[in-house]
């Protein structure tokens, strides 16, 4: 009993710690609560301590007293044998930022029941009246009867606190959001529109060309295009129309009366010495040709076709 006192006293602290947003594993305890026969009721501690792990067997732990600046307190133990039952503590305390004093201890790892032995034999040695005597093992969720508030747990704990490595927010209107998101769709539909629009005439020309270049390797006398009249160019779909037939035995009739087949026409394309066409450009040649949709090409429309490939026949 403390002063010669002819009773005992005990008392209950509660601690609560929590992680950080800081990244070296370093933990928060929050200032403690402790309930005592000694004291009138509950009283708060002014003190917060942080935690370090330093390497795998070691922590440190500095204890600040927010009340009076330039005292604190350090605390490390470290593990003495792997399994940690042995544990060596030592801890200084400086006022003023002076060093005043240092002790040490050696603590061993006890069981349960070693440990609630020893607080009874304690409370029976020092005559702690059971009305003081904090219960062990604990029977309740506090050992105080308070907790932190929500206000002081959420100043540290990472789940409620404001992340302070955060980048600041900017408030931004939803008229300014709205306006940048619809402003990001049109240039987007714009960005698509043009790559369609340049890969179709990409490709308009790549089958101009490929046409022209066979139509050429036919004609037995080269004039350019402009000069090419009704007669010579009759000539050259007739030939074509020749080919094609005898190419497409199915579409004889429909080839027999000034018709090119699209099989027809395929075949005529892959037959000479031109650059290989794909099937995808063909398709799309055979489309703009057959303009009515017929499923043929008859002389009006090759030669309507004839008079979009001017550049590429005369390059030819």
């Not at 006022?95 to 201890?105: A, P």
């Not at 304690?122 to 050992?143: G, H, I, K, N, W």
């Not at 100043?155 to 302070?164: E, G, I, S, V």
């Amino acid at each position: 009993a403390p002063g010669g006192a002819p009773f005992g006293i005990s008392r209950g602290f509660d601690v609560y710690s929590t992680s950080t947003f800081e990244l070296d594993g370093r933990f928060i305890t929050l200032p403690y609560q402790a309930n005592s026969n000694a004291t009138d009721g509950l009283f708060t501690d002014d003190e917060v301590t942080v935690t370090y792990q330093v390497g795998n067997d070691t922590l440190f732990a500095k204890t600040i007293r927010d009340v009076t600046p330039g005292t604190f307190l350090t605390t490390s133990q470290t593990c003495l044998k792997k399994d940690c039952d042995t544990v060596r503590e030592l801890a200084s305390i400086y006022e003023n930022f002076q060093h005043t004093t240092s002790q040490g201890c050696t603590n061993q790892r006890i069981s349960e029941q070693e440990f609630v032995e020893g607080i009874a034999a304690t409370y029976q040695q020092f005559m702690v009246p059971e009305s003081a005597r904090v219960s062990v093992p604990m029977v309740d969720s506090s050992l105080s009867g308070s907790f932190p508030g929500e206000e002081e747990w959420c100043k540290f704990d990472p789940n409620c606190a404001t992340d302070p490595y955060q980048e600041p927010t900017t408030p931004v209107k939803p008229g300014v959001i709205a306006g940048f998101t619809i402003g990001g769709v049109l240039v987007f539909l714009i960005a698509v529109s043009v790559g369609i629009y340049v890969y179709n005439k990409q490709q308009a020309k790549r089958y101009r060309t490929i046409f022209a270049t066979r139509v050429a390797q036919t004609m037995s006398i080269r004039v350019p295009a402009r000069r090419m009249d009704a007669v010579a160019l009759a000539r050259e779909f007739q030939k074509i129309d020749a080919q094609t037939t005898a190419a497409d035995s199915s579409n004889r009739r429909a080839s027999s009366v000034g018709n090119i087949t699209k099989e027809g026409m395929w075949e005529f394309l892959s037959s000479g010495k031109a650059v290989e066409m794909n099937r995808h450009d063909f398709e799309a040649l055979w489309a703009v040709m057959d303009a009515d949709g017929s499923g043929y090409v008859d002389f009006l429309e090759f030669c309507a076709f004839m008079g979009q490939c001017h550049e590429e026949y005369d390059n030819a």
